[in-house]
């Protein structure tokens, strides 16, 4: 899906190439020009994009009245965004879009790593990983939006490849989602339990 030189030359570089890989695999698509749409938790079905302009056009068409992924990440599209005006182009090309993805989920796996308190074991990682591809496709980490939420900074260590290759659980097309393009009757988004699996940290009791 991804060759050398474009995580090189687009990912961010705090996320290993290996990583990047297993993110795109995990929760975008394989399609740069994809657009996925959903409000109230159901998928709504809209026509195939064919060029980048026909995405975009899609893209704001929704934009603000549904969540909005688009690209080979499948960015949120109305994050940071306060006017359609404001969407660009750039959300559709494969570098622009896989820097501005792979970005924001390096900030999801660092808010996530700081919940399990910066963990140095090397068996981590790959739980860390995969709550963070579920804040990715649902927008919410115990409760805390992720995609608007602060960046903790700090460096991301012991990126363990998944030995499944970066597949994780399923998000039901059910659950509800999160970005800050969304209408406000979603703001009890994230109330309900987060899945949470600490069984792999230390030998300890699943909780």
Known sequence: MLDAAQIKDCADPSLTPAIVEQFVTAAGSADPLAVTVRSGGRLILVPKAKSPDEAMDIVRQYTGKAVVRVGLTQFPAGVGVKDLADLKPDLIDVCQNLRKGTAMFAKIIRIVAKWYGNPKSDD????????????????????????????????????????????????????????????????????????????????????
């Open 124 to 207: 981590v990682f790959p739980q860390i990983f995969e709550d963070s591809v579920y804040a990715w496709k649902t927008g919410v980490f115990e409760g805390v939006g992720v995609f608007q939420a602060d960046d903790p900074g700090g460096a991301i260590i012991n990126q363990t490849e998944l030995k499944d290759g970066g597949e994780t659980e399923f998000v039901d097309e059910a659950t509800p989602s999160q970005t800050d393009a969304e209408p406000q009757e979603l703001e009890e988004v994230g109330k309900a339990g987060m899945r949470i699996d600490l069984s792999r940290i230390g030998g300890q009791k699943g909780l």
